[in-house]
């Protein structure tokens, strides 16, 4: 069997945070205002670094709005909320990886904002939520905690989920820590089984990637990491791609748009091996759609085939030429994502 350490930090956190499963008890603050702008990455950092609660355009494209809200512990957490269709439009949550931020499912947002209220958080640590003084904070309890306040915060009864590697493993576990809230789940390229040479390709790089000085440099980077995974890509979306992994600073030069500090929780991980399979097992008759990118070094596909073994109704989707992960901007996952969205019961 594989190597599932890096589960074991996963699942290992998660007890802690029991108590949190009623988010109604929790005391975060949130905060939404409204104003006009066109965005840049610049934009939307200053806007968010203030007041917040901005609006913004993607190329005047789709409208989001900023929001912000506390989480228990004080810090100050961003999400874009596409709510082009209205608050009353069905709600789908979008949670990215490890590594990344909600720029990640700009496209996924652009496609779906004319039918659903698309919300796109960043973790503690990422994109333009705050850091975490305490690095052993970035567990999948605290991100479960941080994300009850949010649908808390912004009146969600019923949410569809949609998530990108860790963030399909949260999505995995929040059925059972917001019970009666998830309406339904899609994985993009994760499972309760972790590939070892996937794993050991994450640990070499995350928070250990060296400075860029300029955007080219910034492209080839994020080419050395995810060119295995992503090949055939013109130069053009590769520079693309580039703009939501970095962000520039004062000065103007390309940064992460993450803490280094997020790497150590699994450089740090117990020997004891973690399981997510009673998780999967207790998702029960959730509607489920499971992505897998063809070459993916994450989700094996001997894991992906016990998926569909375990969970008989489980809609499996594997995209050919993308390993971990898919960018979910291939017409065969939005068909699917469509078609899946489209039988959720909220």
């Keep these: 069997m594989p190597s599932l350490a890096l589960l074991g930090v996963f699942v290992g956190f998660l007890k802690p945070f029991r108590s949190l499963r009623n988010p109604a008890k929790s005391r975060m603050q949130h905060n939404d205002v409204t104003r006009s702008f066109s965005w840049t990455n610049g934009l939307e950092a200053r806007a968010a670094a203030g007041t917040d609660g901005s609006r913004g355009t993607m190329s005047g494209q789709a409208e989001f709005r900023a929001h912000r809200w506390l989480s228990k512990d004080g810090l100050s957490l961003y999400s874009r909320v596409y709510?082009?269709?209205?608050?009353?439009?069905?709600?789908?949550?979008?949670?990215?990886?490890?590594?990344?931020?909600?720029?990640?499912?700009?496209?996924?947002?652009?496609?779906?904002?004319?039918?659903?209220?698309?919300?796109?958080?960043?973790?503690?640590?990422?994109?333009?939520?705050?850091?975490?003084?305490?690095?052993?904070?970035?567990?999948?309890?605290?991100?479960?905690?941080?994300l009850a306040g949010l649908v808390e915060g912004l009146g969600l009864r019923r949410v569809a989920v949609i998530g990108t590697s860790l963030g399909g493993l949260l999505a995995m576990m929040l059925p059972a820590f917001l019970p009666g809230v998830i309406a339904g789940v899609v994985l993009n390229d994760i499972g309760p089984e972790i590939d070892p040479v996937g794993l050991a390709r994450i640990r070499a790089y995350a928070g250990k990637l060296p400075p860029v000085r300029s955007w080219d440099e910034a492209v080839a980077q994020l080419q050395f990491v995810f060119g295995d995974a992503w090949p055939g890509l013109s130069d053009g979306t590769w520079a693309r791609l580039a703009r939501r992994g970095y962000r520039?600073?004062?000065?103007?030069?390309?940064?992460?748009?993450?803490?280094?500090?997020?790497?150590?929780?699994?450089?740090?991980?117990?020997?004891?091996?973690?399981?997510?399979?009673?998780?999967?097992?207790?998702?029960?008759?959730?509607?489920?759609?499971?992505?897998?990118?063809?070459?993916?070094?994450?989700?094996?596909?001997?894991?992906?085939?016990?998926?569909?073994?375990?969970?008989?109704?489980?809609?499996?989707?594997?995209?050919?030429?993308?390993?971990?992960?898919?960018?979910?901007?291939?017409?065969?996952c939005l068909a699917a994502i469509d078609a899946f969205l489209a039988r959720i019961v909220y």
Excluded at 287 to 292: D, G
Aim: net charge negative; charged share 20%; hydrophobic share 40%.
């Design 83 to 146: 709510d082009a269709a209205g608050s009353a439009a069905a709600p789908v949550l979008c949670l990215h990886g490890l590594t990344r931020n909600n720029k990640d499912f700009e496209d996924l947002a652009l496609h779906l904002s004319p039918r659903y209220r698309v919300i796109c958080p960043d973790l503690r640590g990422r994109g333009l939520s705050a850091s975490d003084p305490v690095w052993q904070n970035y567990r999948p309890g605290t991100y479960l905690a941080d």
């Design 248 to 332: 520039e600073d004062a000065a103007g030069t390309p940064v992460l748009e993450y803490d280094p500090k997020v790497g150590e929780t699994f450089r740090t991980a117990p020997a004891a091996a973690g399981d997510l399979w009673p998780q999967w097992a207790q998702l029960g008759a959730l509607p489920v759609l499971a992505i897998r990118g063809a070459l993916s070094d994450i989700l094996s596909a001997s894991t992906f085939a016990r998926m569909q073994q375990e969970k008989q109704d489980l809609i499996p989707l594997t995209v050919a030429g993308r390993g971990h992960v898919p960018l979910l901007d291939e017409p065969e």
